[in-house]
């Protein structure tokens, strides 16, 4: 089951015979309604803005059950702390913005054709990918690179 809503919880814990405990519906709930990819802490703030009992271990323990039975993916992009989100109804891959964090997700067609190729070409066939990019703006670089940004930096390394 994917969570699309929190409310898809319920249905979740009934079919596994799990309790529906508040702590568990306030995590689905808080992961349902994220439109990025927070991590165990910032999930625990946005909980406790609610309410104040559910503890960071239920956030940990919760996420965890969600992530094992496919419910939420986890992703640690580049070593950094896992982040959530629930699973997508179609594969996606990902571009980390370095500066900022920020997650890009996008799906490629091509990109799908051309590693199933690259698998067949090597005598596999493919049954799994994770694709991670991890770049900077192009406007960022292209700042940076200028006449003017060269000549600040010459500055403040005088200063």
Do not use: N
Not at 85 to 113: A, Q, Y
Not at 145 to 155: E, V, Y
Request: charged share 35%; aromatic share 8%.
């Amino acid at each position: 089951m994917k969570l699309r809503s929190y409310q898809d919880f319920d249905a979740w814990c009934r079919e596994r015979r799990l309790r529906v405990t508040t702590g568990r519906r306030a995590v689905a709930k808080a992961v349902a309604e994220a439109r990025d990819y927070p991590d165990v802490y910032e999930l625990h703030r946005r909980i406790a803005t609610v309410d104040t009992r559910i503890s960071l271990a239920t956030v940990y323990r919760t996420l965890r059950l969600f992530a094992e039975s496919g419910m939420i993916e986890r992703h640690t992009f580049r070593g950094s702390r896992a982040r959530y989100e629930p699973t997508p109804e179609e594969h996606l891959d990902h571009l980390i913005d370095i500066r900022t964090g920020r997650v890009i997700e996008f799906r490629s067609d091509e990109i799908e054709r051309l590693q199933v190729e690259v698998a067949a070409r090597l005598g596999y066939r493919l049954t799994g990918h994770r694709l991670e990019l991890y770049g900077e703006p192009v406007q960022a670089l292209k700042r940076a690179s200028s006449p003017t940004a060269a000549r600040q930096r010459l500055r403040s390394a005088r200063d």
